[in-house]
């Protein structure tokens, strides 16, 4: 558990995912001095400001200068700073994609960057302000660590976790008005490290982000039809937790990767890499925004939409189910 | 300090030297961008051998003063002189551009022992200048930060974003330079997409501006000395440069701006700067 760190579901009641991270941002302030906030005029937004509150002498606001926040965050590691980088992702990953690359990850800096309103959680604002692309532009950048939380409670672990990380970190967090999963911190989490939070052995749905929630409740709904659905919580989309994902391919066959994002690039593209190279059989099902553009709308709407809500999963569950497929030399691995 | 003549001569022969030593690399390594690493050379040399607190023996001393070659392509001319100061031994710099060395055309700061930054793509160097003088203020050190920009980059839309954190931040312990050869890759700045007025460009943007010979010692060591000695905005030196100074048949052509040479040419590239002021 993150040190002075005891947010409990309560708190999360009534804070959303960035409020818990601005906190938990701030706490982690008291006792590293080294950490440095910035964000580009959106320190209410991404809750970042609470920092500036309590650290007013380690906070930088930029206005609307994405780029250079990237390339000044990229100096003051030079001077043993831990700078913490927050702005909306689709600026953070997109706009500043090449700042991230050169002066962050080639150049092996050690920036924390918080990516928050990420995939589509800013719904009404429309696609200028969603970001469904940034897990596979952030992946593609060697040295560099991609983290997708569950939810507020993953959030403040995978913060904690990225400030004694040595190297470049993304975060991508929601708007947020996500449902929490988890009920509190009592819990493991680690790194490149899945956690299972649904066992099962008829199939596997890999999600990450505010999904996994959804996947849970659509393999609970699945389990009352007879179906054993285990859902892997992949919250680290690089280094993937390969072992997992092998895993419950040989325990399963059927795999159903969900996320926020574009199928393309993301965590679905991560995972079937993965199966590829095994060269074992298998059906695979990727949910998330099939390579358009997000309409506007409520973010649960969207959601739907893009059939990675609990509906969605369900759907894929038994779509997948029916699917056959060829049995490899190794089918007596099978569970 | 005020440069003295003996020091100005010292720095003259340094500057002839470096140069004789690009051409060599550059013949060596099968190219390089020759014509903006010779406009930068009496910029660095006078950061090099006068003003920066540096310990070639350690590198990553951490009190030495930064410096950053924005214009990352002037990486030939930035290795030359870490060669001749001993970060590295001089003659590693005849694998330069070869497959498996440490020196890339745009050197890395994870292989080059002495550089600061990994450079190449532009306008990335000021913000990252920034960020190491804020990272010297945060910290209480004393160490100053040295950015050197081409003027291509004055361009770019992140020098501008950075110019405008600089006298937002008040960032008075670091000093920016403009390598100001009038060419980019194109043609002439003013014909490609204009830069001018300069100056006042950067003092709209709340910066201390001068503009000088930036091949003449004396006028860059006083404008290096009152960078230092400004503490109420940052500091921006407009370098008036030659692309492809002291080579005659270089000297002000965009087409030098990165260029292979035969023995041949760079025999009279040679034969060109001994004759060269």
Redesign the interface.
Known sequence: MPIGITWTIDDADHMTQAEIYGQVLTKLGDKNKKI?AMTADLAGSTKIGAFQKKHP??F?N??I?E???????????????V?VVSTFAVFAALRCA??IR??IC???RNVKIIATHAGTSFGPAGTTHHCTEDLGVMRTFANMTVIAPADAFETAKATAAAIEHDGPVYIRIGRSFEPPYWKDLNFDWEIGKAIEIREGTDLAVIACGWTVGNAAEAADRAKQQGLSVRVLDMHTIKPLDEEAVMKALLDTRRIITCEDHNVMGGLGDAVADVIARSGKGCVLRKLGVQDRFSPHGSPEDIQHMNKIDADGIEEAIQDVMKMEFEADEDWEDEI | MAVTKQEITKLTKKAAQIRKRIVEVTERCGGAHIGGAMSQTDILVALYYKYMKIDPKKPHWAARD?FILSKGHGGVGHAVILGDLGFFPDKDLDKFNKTNSCFAMHL???KVKGV???T??LA?????????????R??N?KWR?YVVMSDGEMHE??TW??A??GA??KLTNLTAIVDRNMLCIDGHTEDVMAVEPLKEKWEAFGWRAVEIDGHDFKQLCDAIDQSHKEKEKPFVIIAKTVKGKGIDFMEDLAKWHYAGLDSETSKKAMQSLAKSK
């Open positions: 440095v002498d380690r930088l930029f206005g200068q780029t250079n926040m990237m390339g000044f965050a990229s100096g003051l590691a030079e001077a043993g700073l700078p090449e700042h050169t002066d080639y150049n092996r | 930064r890395d700061r994870t600061d930054a990994s190449g793509s990335h160097g000021l913000a990252i200048g920034q960020g190491m003088a804020m990272g010297a945060l910290t050190k930060t839309g992140t974003e950075a405008m954190s937002m931040f």
